[in-house]
């Protein structure tokens, strides 16, 4: 990956267990992204948490961010068959240019 | 609403060919990035643009360039193809680049497979 590693590659659970996935990444950062990718599909956008901030939410969804150990975790509650893909997450580095940088992703798969 | 719009959808080469892919980015966005994502990869960043000048480049070979024309659309070319180039390509677009904290919008993606 360009960036970092993504832990777990790939993660099994039932319908209404929660799931955690966790991101490491190398540079400095002005914030880190998250988003969703079904198979084949272009990615979607689920939450942005800047790097002065340590914890974020949305709906089902809460982010962390730890800038010294340069990780963050993405914690999706309640989950849902629906939930079914590809997770990765994503830094914008400090280069001067725009470039976002995306993890290696977590597989994650909800059973019904 | 609008979004990220990418042509052709799918597209088949033969090796030492050229490919162009398109990408319409939603209105008003000022920023397009360029990734390629092999079978079970993560998207690697290509290149980017903003305000139709080249902003940053990644792991784009020689054989490929790009450029952001007036009305904000992007192609990517990729000349003498070889059979690693097959991947699907996204484009994503920003608004307000310059802010750095703006998420991107993808596009389905062209999936270009090389014979």
């Known amino acids: 990956s360009q960036q970092g590693e993504e832990d777990p590659q790939a993660l099994s659970i039932q319908e209404g267990e929660n799931a955690t996935m966790n991101c490491s990444y190398k540079?400095?950062?002005?914030?880190l992204q998250w988003y969703r990718q079904n198979s084949g599909r272009g990615l979607v956008h689920l939450i942005l948490?800047?790097?002065?901030?340590r914890e974020k939410h949305s709906g089902r969804l809460r982010v962390t961010l730890d800038t010294s150990k340069k990780s963050s975790s993405l914690l999706i509650t309640a989950s849902r068959a629906a939930d079914t893909a590809s997770y990765f997450c994503a830094t914008d580095a400090h280069t001067g240019g725009f470039k976002t940088i995306f993890g290696a992703g977590t597989r994650l798969f909800v059973k019904a | 609403a609008a979004g990220v719009i990418q042509s052709p959808r799918h597209l088949i080469k033969e090796k030492r060919e050229t490919a162009t892919l398109k990408c319409y980015p939603i209105p008003r966005h000022d920023t397009v990035y360029w990734y390629q994502q092999g079978p079970g990869q993560d998207p690697q960043f290509l290149i980017s643009?903003?305000?139709?000048?080249?902003?940053d480049k990644g792991s784009i070979p020689d054989r490929f360039s790009a450029q952001q024309f007036s009305d904000y659309h992007s192609e990517l070319n990729m000349s003498s193809l070889e059979l690693g180039d097959s991947a699907l390509y996204f484009c994503?677009?920003?608004?307000?680049?310059?802010?750095?904290?703006?998420?991107?919008?993808f596009g389905n993606g062209t999936r270009l497979t090389v014979t």
């Open positions: 994503a677009s920003s608004l307000d680049g310059a802010k750095a904290n703006s998420p991107l919008h």
């Open positions: 540079t400095s950062i002005n914030n």
């Open positions: 948490i800047r790097s002065n901030e």
């Open positions: 643009f903003y305000e139709k000048m080249q902003s």
